[in-house]
């Protein structure tokens, strides 16, 4: 299209540049000279011709276009659309996702990116090479199990077989570090995710070569099959999970070959375009003095000069299409961006990256913008994902500083928020920093040269954070590490610095997005992207409260403080009532507007919080519509205000409109209805951010913490290998020259393991586990505490609460005390024994909540407990919170066994006791010290620490109620009784297996279950121990009706174990001198112990001594039979007395028929059947059916036989 009027050229947004043309301006149109002179500088000529003005012909916007067409055909390679020779296939080559692919498999929109989602998946490329030399990238996203290579069309691929396992197939496995062509050899480096391998083929030599970052590995494979139908396609296998993405020359690649030719046409007129655009930048034009001026591209402005604005369009007439490949985005765009940046300072210091985006979105049409945008995005995304690392982080640096400049400019921001960056971009890759694998390419050794590691290690082989005899050069090695180590954490900080300001930028509630898009994101990603948003998150909070509120009139809270007020009301359950779905649909406009006083906020800061009525909080308090139904009561009519309650409650009827806001009204997106008055952005939408970063820390990013911690146990078992390995030669003989070769050698292997891994711990340390990231972890600890305990004052709507709170609070607080910890002490935090005792109080009281159904978090607040007893501190804790919160947990701890799982409730009074008992002050079991512990960090492994408080508690409980008492022993007497019969018959099959003749094994799930019982049952005797101690009455004060039936049901029990463990060269000493794998806790010692703690203290029991000698012998009597010698020890009264006890001969018809060692002493009730007393009282603790007739038992009546019979 011509614009013949003005004489000027136009196909691109002539309207704008038209209404620029009409409105009169002081700059103007220029004469033809000075226009001429200005065109002909702004697209000099590149050949030969007249260099003076007065030479040069004309030159005007008329006669532009043909000009510029001239220019850009000057010397430009042609291109012939001609096949290439020596390859067969469509272009652009992609992968296969129709045919060429076996298992499942993710394939990104591109068809270069793919994720493996089955056991082995393997996937081709479209095109296939016959001869000549050709070339690919494969970018690593994962650094798992992969074989990257060439196949055959002929190739069959499976579940279990992929490329390099078929006669035709060759592949490098970086994972495993071999080379695969049906058989395999070692070959090549390891790979990490972030790197880049090369794959090469020559099928002139007939050759496949492989390069990791660059640096090639040398010649994988010769003589490879070539020849007539023979043609090798790119292939991948990979198994599940693991992501890679593609590079078959349709981009840059990052190390170029000379077997990849680039589209040289396109590159040559881009480069030209581009400095086109360079000189109209750099050069102004004086109208007055009529001359040229040149001045600083950097402080150009578009300013809407016509002669500019014109030339301009002229030149994005060839350069906007151009701008729509990537090739030419990444290669021509982007490098010109990134060196507008290289001359350091804030991104603020230059904008002219803002009116070159300006420019851009008046230039180009909406399309073309929007696909440049887009590969412009991904380019700095793989750009800033695959890069290498270098010692002051300035590949990072720079990619992060170009996308926080685009991000600057609203326009593009807002399109990349609602059309790209968090759908097809992955954006969160951008706030990832990769740990390298490789210490040496990642510069460690100079920023690092001095390594250090803990030398010096207490008795259970944990570091000692000061130990005391540090000597002179491991101090001054200690110290040289830790300022490297600062010098390598001050860098990574400008990066995260970075990734916080482009939060910050994503973090505004202007620019509208009406999309909730999802991506598939590895999870390593998740713990900086956690990290940078609780930073942006906690800042733009502290931002709100200080420009809305006067602080020298606010007194100081911490964020979680506020934050829980505001996210967490009290609502009494009556207040929401029986509704239908009449009641819900009826409407009155009258008291639409009406509110109610019934729910208040925490902080009295909100009469009627709005995120009750948001949508878009998140899945976290969306309880309440759900309430409004389930917490019913008899139907009737609702009063006009309830139904304005049950109006709010229905938030799913809102329009877009009320969502979205309009009308100069931001809606529900900000988490406030119409009618409420504005607010800060802090007290609204940052809530449903929180929200989610809870949700992340669950489902992500504690796993990924977990994980990272391996190479901190790593540095110490290494460090504890090379101590031992210097002891021993320290010890050598000078006389065994072979064993001290050996042991040097060891020596030298284990300093260099350690060198390399002290510098990634460093790395690790600075990115994952600082002092910073713990007080992050620490700050979402604090806020779980207080959500939990807002919503805990809501009563029954308490159930609703979503369960990954409590999650996270646990696993937090197990993130900062076993993840932290090495580096940084837990005591340093602000307000840390407080926020224990608050976590303390929730555990105690939560455990067993009737209102938590869910078995799993149920386990999991039991277990957590179990863990918080074991040590100093937590327990410590436990007996800091309320009286009456420590008596409820201990009567729930007191609770039957037979109601609810009860081996970690056991397991909690255990370690309550332990440390007090018989024999019971180890740590370890005297016969295991000698071995090394897998963990000394286990809770089971810590030092014993009683809770005297809690004991007492526990004897109060069990004195006054006397109920409660029997049925806890009744319930732990039957346990023990069931445990310890498991574990002998187990271990009557383990001993009939191990003497078998032939060879067999015993399975390890059976030792380890057995090896379980065992455990039961000492852990259980050891309670009984504990309960005989702190409350012998139970057993001793005959006054109780059930101290005689207990007391004779603990005599049988102790007397099986004893008859079962005691006798020499029996069943389990056979078993216990095995020495099976599995079994090693089984032994006599803990068992014993336990129960010699039983007998000891009743036998020594006071006053009740004597009589309680007598009961105890006279109960053991159906287990033991009589003998004179097992009564020397009594004097001739206690004898006489003890003899007097013991049964007279009877007649068979009048002895118990259920137990037939006592006479019939009760009859029952309605059904009239007959026994002794203490087997009806036995059977009537566990169930109240006849054990006869199964009848109901209503009574228990004596029962003595008739004189006459």
Known sequence: MSSKGGGTALTRRNYRLASDMDKPRSTGIVNEKMLSDYLHHVFPSTKQGP????????????????????????????????????????????????????????????????????????????????????????????????????????????????????????????????????????????????????????????????CLNGQSLGTAFTNIKMGPGIAYFPAISLSFKESVAFNFGSRPLRYPSQLINPPAADLMKAHKLLGYIKNVLSTAIDAQEERLVEKDCAVWRLHGEPTVLVTLAHIFNHFAPLMCKVYLVEDVLMNFLLGILEGGGSVDEHPLIQQLLDLFWLLMEDHEVNECLKQLMMSLLRAYRFSPIIPDLGFQIHYLRLTTAILRHEKSRKYLLSNLTFDVLRSVVFFYIKTP???????????????????????????????????????????????????????????????????????????????????????????????????????????????????????????????????????????????????????????????????????????????????????????????????????????????????????????????????????L???????????????????????????????????????????????????????????????????????????????????????????????????????????????????????????????????????????????????????????????????????LTQLAAILAKHFADPRIVGTDIKDSLMQALASYVCYPQSLRAVERIPEEQRVAMMKNLLAPYEQRPWAQTNWILVRLWRGCGFGYRYTRLPHLLKTKPEDANLPSLQKPCPSLLLQRHMAELLSMDKD?????????????????????????????????????????????????????????????????????????????????????RLAQLLNQVLNRVTAEKNLFDRVVNLRLPGLESVDHYPILVAVTGILVRILVDGDRQGECEERVLMSAGRVFPFAPAALTHMSHHALGRTLSFCPQPTSEEDLCPICYAHPISAIFKPCSHKSCKACINQHLMNNKDCFFCKATITGVEDYSKPASS
Not at 64 to 72: S, V
Not at 483 to 505: A, F, H, M, P, S
């Open 964 to 1048: 409660m008492a029997a049925s806890f022993l009744n319930s732990v007497l039957n346990q023990l009784n069931w445990a310890f019969s498991e574990f002998i018959g187990m271990i009557q099959e383990i001993q009939q297996a191990a003497e078998r003749p032939e060879r067999n094994f015993v399975d390890t799930r059976q030792l380890k279950v057995c090896a379980t019982c065992f455990d039961l049952s000492v852990s259980l005797l050891r309670v009984l121990e504990m309960t005989v101690t702190l409350v012998p009455e139970i057993f001793l004060d005959w006054s109780r009706p059930s101290a005689e039936l207990l007391l004779r």
């Open 437 to 667: 694998l490789r210490v040496k390419e990642a510069g460690l050794e100079e920023l690092i040269p001095t390594t250090w590691w803990p030398t010096h290690f207490d008795k259970e082989g944990k570091d000692e954070r000061e130990p005391k005899d540090e000597s002179a050069d491991e101090r001054l090695r200690r110290r040289a590490y830790e300022r490297g180590c600062q010098r390598l954490k001050k860098r990574i900080e400008v990066v995260e610095e970075l990734q916080v300001q482009i939060l910050r930028l994503l973090l505004n509630n202007k620019d509208k997005s009406t999309q909730h898009p999802t991506a598939l994101c590895p999870p390593e990603y998740m713990v900086c992207f956690l990290h940078r948003l609780i930073t942006a998150v906690r800042g733009c909070w502290d931002e709100g409260h200080l420009k809305n509120y006067n602080m020298t009139n606010v007194p100081v809270f911490s964020f979680s403080d506020d934050l829980a007020s505001k996210a967490n009301i009290i609502i009494d359950p009556a207040e929401i009532q029986a509704t239908s779905m009449d009641d819900l649909d009826e409407d009155d406009e009258s008291g639409a507007a009406q509110r109610l006083p019934g729910a208040v906020a925490m902080g009295g800061a909100l009469a009627r919080p709005s995120w009750l009525s948001s949508p878009t909080l998140g899945r976290a308090n969306r309880f309440l519509s759900t309430a409004a139904v389930s917490l019913m009561t008899p139907r009737r009519p609702l009063s006009q205000p309830e139904k304005v309650k049950v109006r709010t409650l229905a938030v799913e009827q809102r329009t877009e409109e009320d969502i979205e806001g309009s009308h100069g009204n931001d809606g």
């Open 51 to 210: 260099t003076l003005a007065s030479l040069r012909k004309p030159l005007g916007f008329q006669d532009l276009p043909a000009h510029l067409e001239k220019l850009l055909s000057e010397d430009t390679p042609t291109e012939d659309g001609q096949a290439v020779d020596g390859r067969l296939g469509p272009q652009p080559v992609v992968l296969d996702h129709t045919s060429g692919f076996e298992g499942l498999l993710f394939v990104d929109d591109d068809l270069l990116g793919v994720i493996g989602h089955s056991n082995f998946s393997s996937i081709r490329a479209t095109t296939c090479v016959y001869k000549g030399k050709w070339a690919y990238e494969v970018l690593i996203s994962s650094q798992g199990l992969m074989q990257i290579g060439w196949c055959t069309l002929s190739c069959r691929f499976n579940q279990e077989e992929g490329v390099g396992d078929t006669p035709d197939s060759y592949a490098y496995d970086g994972n495993r570090v071999r080379k695969w062509n049906v058989t395999t050899t070692n070959y090549g480096k390891s790979w990490a995710a972030g790197d880049i391998v090369s794959c090469l083929i020559d099928l002139d030599e007939g050759t496949i070569t492989f």
């Open 669 to 835: 997106l900000l988490g406030r209805p119409l009618e409420e008055p504005d607010q800060q952005i802090a007290d609204k939408s940052l809530l449903e951010i929180v929200d989610g970063i809870v949700m992340m820390y669950n489902l992500s990013v504690h796993q990924q913490l977990g994980k990272m911690v391996v190479v901190s146990d790593d540095v110490h078992e290494y460090a504890v290998a090379l101590k031992d390995t210097e002891e021993k030669i320290a010890r050598c003989p000078a006389s065994r020259a072979d064993i001290l070769e050996e042991l040097q050698k060891s020596q030298k292997v284990f300093a260099e393991k350690l060198n390399h891994l002290s510098r990634r711990l460093a790395w690790i340390n600075a990115t994952i586990y600082s002092k910073e990231k713990m007080l992050d972890i620490y700050w979402l600890l604090c806020v779980c505490i207080r959500t939990i305990e807002h919503a805990d004052n809501t009563g029954s709507l308490f159930a609703f609460t979503s369960e990954f709170y409590l999650n996270v609070a646990m696993n937090a607080y197990s993130a900062l005390k076993n993840y932290f910890s090495p580096a940084n002490g837990m005591d340093e935090l602000p307000g840390y024994e407080e926020t």
